[in-house]
């Protein structure tokens, strides 16, 4: 089984407006944390964001959410105000548990499109 | 601040040629990388290693080799190349290995093998 799945086609977003990515994960770890990293046209992965398990609150960082439903086993992104310069493929990740096995799995990854 | 430093960007080989892949931290990381992202899928891990003289097989470890001398340095050799390893090769580095630490990623090396 696949523990992470990012299933949405590519994705379209007006200027302005709010975009939610999808991400579904599978573990049985109780100890995990979920990244979100952006990889625009030029090609670098960019950190955008972390959640952890234990944490109650859902991650922001500036225009970036993640809406963790821990019992679904979901945690999509909200990207706010979609600047022009959003477009590009977003990754959902996963890091189970401690130690050398603790290593980072990627989905297949999303491209977001935003239109003037 | 450099960060995760790759090179080459580029590169073109021949079938059954090799290279290397250098690849240097400079945040002082125990723990790195070595991920490849073929066209329309995420990233896989090839090798990673958690500290000098400390090396161990990701999910596609089949065609590569890695050492790890230095804290800095995780260069990814390829022995004769194969079409099947045409793609863009990642290292990465982190802090920690709990999971709550991120990876830092490096910019790339694209890489065609013809």
């Known amino acids: 089984a696949q523990k992470i799945t990012q299933t949405q086609p590519g994705m379209f977003v007006q200027e302005k407006e709010a975009v939610t990515l999808d991400c579904t994960y599978d573990t049985s770890d109780q100890s995990y944390g979920l990244f979100w990293y952006k990889q625009p046209s030029s090609g670098e992965m960019i950190f955008l964001i972390y959640q952890g398990s234990y944490d109650e609150q859902n991650a922001t960082e500036g225009r970036y959410s993640l809406n963790f439903q821990k019992a679904r086993k979901s945690a999509n992104l909200v990207i706010s105000a979609s600047q022009l310069g959003d477009s590009a493929m977003y990754f959902c990740?996963?890091?189970?548990?401690?130690?050398?096995?603790?290593?980072?799995?990627f989905g297949k990854g999303i491209t977001l499109s935003v239109r003037p | 601040n450099a960060g995760v430093t790759q090179t080459p960007k580029f590169r073109i080989l021949k079938i059954g040629q090799s290279m290397t892949l250098q690849c240097t931290q400079d945040m002082n990381h125990n723990y790195m990388y070595w991920y490849r992202q073929d066209p329309g899928m995420g990233l896989k891990l090839i090798y990673y290693s958690v500290g000098a003289g400390i090396t161990d097989k990701g999910e596609v470890p089949n065609g590569y080799n890695v050492s790890r001398s230095t804290t800095e340095d995780f260069p990814l050799r390829l022995e004769l190349a194969a079409p099947s390893q045409t793609s863009v090769y990642f290292c990465a580095s982190s802090y920690l290995t709990t999971y709550n630490s991120p990876l830092h990623f490096g910019n790339g090396t694209r890489l065609t093998v013809t």
């Open positions: 990740a996963m890091r189970e548990g401690r130690g050398a096995n603790s290593k980072l799995t």
